[in-house]
């Protein structure tokens, strides 16, 4: 019973990240390119990134580790080192390249139509895209559990 309360918590933790975060294009792509529109945009994707998916993403490492410990699984097992690797890529890339891009972004949308502003932005939306892909690369992983090697 224990396997199966984590598993569950596991695939809802993971449902709700990646949800938020493919939201994120929806609001970007929607936002009106006046001042404040963009500041509350920016700033609302900031808050759930924070509050929301990032913290989803911390209970689907901890509760997928707890399944791995419970079934007896390796970490070496190739699927599973594979997509703990992206996950580590994910993390670094999340906090400590995108999570500054946004908050630069946020800083820099008093003047959207500046050179700097657009570029940010674009990073941004790239590696954002980047990080979801990769996202998607680690939930078929865990779902299709292909032979590696």
């Known amino acids: 019973m224990y396997y199966l309360i984590l598993k569950w918590l596991h695939i809802l933790s993971a449902i709700i990240a990646l949800g ?21 945009t920016l700033r609302t994707i900031k808050i759930m990134d924070d509050w929301i998916a990032n913290p989803a993403y911390v209970l689907a490492f901890f509760t ?24 580590a890529a994910v993390s670094v890339l999340g906090l400590f390249v995108y999570s500054p ?9 008093e003047n959207p139509d500046t050179a700097e502003y657009k570029n940010i932005a674009n990073t941004g939306l790239y590696l954002g895209a980047f990080i979801t892909i990769l996202v998607v690369a680690i939930t078929f992983l865990m779902v299709v559990k292909p032979q590696l090697w």
């Open 20 to 40: 938020a975060n493919i939201t994120y294009f929806l609001w970007l792509f929607r936002m009106d390119k006046n001042r404040e529109s963009l500041l509350f």
């Open 64 to 87: 997928g580790a707890g399944m791995l410990d419970i079934a007896g699984l390796p970490y070496r097992t190739p699927w599973i080192l594979t997509a703990v690797i992206i996950y």
């Open 101 to 109: 891009i946004l908050k630069k972004q946020i800083k820099l949308a």
